[in-house]
């Protein structure tokens, strides 16, 4: 069987370069995340042009000496989080992994890039902070009408010492 067909099945988005940094492969995954087919011709540094990679919360196409696929073509493993894919009016946070593959002989043949999809993790640290949020405000609650509980115990208990005083 054909490993393509298992990379296109394969939920992450897996992107190739050769050792020149000319795009070779991009599986199905990571079309949808980029938004774009294959661009062949593309050289390694127009990449985050033709993608629209930028880094996470600005207008600023991703920082070249960052990538994890130009450090993959320079032999080192190199992990992002702070990545994100402008396409059709969504932006799509990524956690981007770059890989150097080497043949038989420690020759550097491709680069490849794993890319995630983090808006589902973003979705429940959004959920996670926002039941935080609740809890306090009900906690903070508890405790002033705790407070105010204290308060008309104390009245009470003022208003019989008087009483039980006289008995």
């Known amino acids: ?3 393509k067909t298992f990379f296109d099945a394969f939920p992450l988005g897996i992107f190739v370069v050769n050792a020149k940094g000319r795009p070779v492969y991009a599986n199905l995954a990571a079309i949808n995340l980029l938004g774009k087919g294959l661009w062949p011709e593309a050289a390694i540094d127009q990449l985050n042009d033709i993608y629209q990679a930028y880094q996470t919360g600005t207008n600023q ?3 070249l000496t960052e990538q994890p696929l130009l450090k993959a073509l320079q032999g080192e493993t190199y992990q992002v989080d702070d990545m994100e894919i402008h396409q059709g009016g969504q932006i799509i946070p990524l956690e981007v992994t770059g890989t ?3 043949d038989h002989q420690g020759t550097l ?9 983090l808006r589902d993790r973003q979705r429940r640290n959004e959920q996670q902070i926002a039941l935080q949020q609740d809890l306090l405000r009900r906690n903070q609650g508890l405790v002033q009408e705790n407070a105010t509980l204290k308060r008309k115990l104390a009245m009470l208990e003022a208003q019989l ?4 005083s006289e008995a």
């Open 1 to 3: 069987m054909e490993f």
């Open 61 to 63: 196409l991703y920082p």
């Open 100 to 102: 150097p593959i080497f």
């Open 161 to 164: 010492n008087p009483i039980q």
């Open 109 to 117: 043949q491709y680069a490849m890039a794993v890319l995630r999809d």
